[in-house]
């Protein structure tokens, strides 16, 4: 047997990876991914989501595997004609990327909801996946840095570099879930968080009415995004030490999520650290599409086990 | 000698082409450019303002020769995409021409200008000549059809590929004249109307609360849009019929601007039909950048001899 209906919740590049094997290894349609919104911003008038879009490039099979964000065979004209003007250039937008952005800014203005919207632009790309943003309204993530004070995500992200060490992450706005949210992880028969980072990118989703509730009563599954002490991409390892103290590791990523875990998909080695967890140890880099598809009939055969 | 302080007004291809010639022949500053935005519209939620921007990529020297509009070694990387969500295909924008939009409808939304925006690009692009749009408020060109009743210009002129035969045209919206537009015209030596389409190029800057009366005590001078029945580009030889009941003819055009013209210019061959007119009568087809330079010192040269 197989899983019917899972929820997978999902920052940016590792879960949207992750969200893309579940997408092929699960029957057409069991999956709902619940993407973060808080990294949401607007940029040259647009409004931009990049989990979203990171997650939904990866489950369209149209997403960049190398750079990680945007589209393969990317170009970036406008960006340079921007730079010309004199306009912003800490962010870049791909050509292709833009028509994602224009179209949703456009329909956003006319008065369509992010999640109606999403569902169209997905429809579009012939995703089967359900991806649901995890709220309509905005939530936004600041970072609060010892240096600079409290800014954006992706101002401390991309424009920073991530470099201000952080101090404490905080979501502003308390949006009510997005439609389908609650009633997607409530009829699910498991629930994946992805290899996203814990502050970031899932706890922004957690911070919405109603979502910690839901999961409680369900099976949850984390898979690590810190393998051997490392993050694969982005500032995890950085932060894990600034915000709780303790040095980056699979065991910090399980110690975060505390009882909402009913197991965790680590990397082999990682699981020494995690003895008092239901843990599978397994190869969690996806550098391949393969890898995806392995990782997450993994991830979801270890769920099925210790589901008994 | 030579004049110093010159108007010219502005449609798209051939009154930016004539613009440019101008303002290498002139000296430095000695040029402002008034341009119809009549024709600008909202698309993809973008402002785009096509007569602005081709004069402003013509006197940039970075606008596409062979095309006419839009910029030189363009790419339609996001329209392509755009058309894959299935969005509107029926007007293009190029890659980097969305650079110009995004920036400007940004500052559109942050409360500035269209005049300071235009004058803010066109610095940035190096450009010594002022660039005025006609007004800041809205002014729109609408088309009156036989059989599709009255459509925005862009989509009578892209959309409808200038098919529908026109019954009149109109302007919607009665926007004062942008600062600078009255100012640079009573201070001028000379006018010179570029060849435009009269109709829909050149009326709406004509409609504009003061402009005609400023006009009236000048040295104006047109270049005629027809050349030996025909025009260069665009739906002007269908209109002239249609809106005149007149052939198409450079007589047609200087019948249309009655007693503001001094003079015309137009190609070697139609002086026959204007004979009681101050004409020069020369090749005014402009194929390459110096046949703009070049009949923009006949011009200048001929209005200089009609002032005596």
Avoid at 135 to 148: I, K, L, N, S, Y
Avoid at 195 to 207: A, E, F, G, M, T
Wanted: aromatic share 6%; with cysteine.
């Amino acid at each position: 047997m197989t899983w019917q209906r899972v929820v997978a919740l999902s920052g940016g590049v590792g879960g949207a990876r992750f969200a893309d094997g579940l997408a092929r290894a699960l029957p057409r349609a069991a999956l709902t991914v619940i993407v973060n919104t808080g990294d949401d911003f607007v940029h040259l008038g647009l409004y931009v989501c990049p989990d979203l879009d990171t997650v939904m490039y990866a489950l369209a099979g149209v997403g960049d595997e190398e750079r990680g964000w945007g589209l393969a065979d990317e170009t970036f004209s406008a960006m340079r004609m921007v730079a010309r003007y004199g306009g912003p250039e800490w962010f870049s937008l791909g050509d292709r990327d833009l028509a994602t952005h224009l179209l949703r800014t456009e329909a956003l203005a006319a008065g369509e909801s992010l999640s109606k919207v999403t569902t169209r632009l997905c429809g579009a790309l012939g995703i089967d996946a359900r991806i649901l943003p995890m709220a309509d309204g905005p939530c936004r993530t600041m970072v609060e840095t010892a240096d600079q004070g409290a800014l954006p995500f992706q101002q401390w992200f991309v424009g920073a570099r991530a470099l201000p060490a952080v101090r404490a992450v905080r979501f502003e706005g308390r949006p009510p879930p997005a439609p389908g949210v609650l009633e997607a992880i409530e009829a699910s028969d498991l629930v994946l968080i992805g290899p996203s980072n814990p502050y970031v990118s899932i706890d922004p989703i957690l911070s919405i009415d109603g979502v910690r509730a839901a999961l409680a009563s369900k099976l949850v599954v984390a898979v690590s995004p810190i393998l051997a002490g490392r993050a694969v991409k982005g500032p995890l390892a950085a932060m894990i030490p600034q915000l709780s103290g303790t040095p980056p590791s699979a065991a910090a990523i399980a110690r975060h999520y505390g009882s909402l875990l009913e197991g965790i998909v680590v990397e082999r080695g990682d699981e020494r650290e995690l003895e008092n967890r239901a843990v599978l140890a397994t190869n969690i880099l996806m550098k391949t599409r393969d890898d995806r598809l392995r990782l997450a009939r993994e991830a979801l055969a270890f769920a099925m086990e210790i589901r008994r």
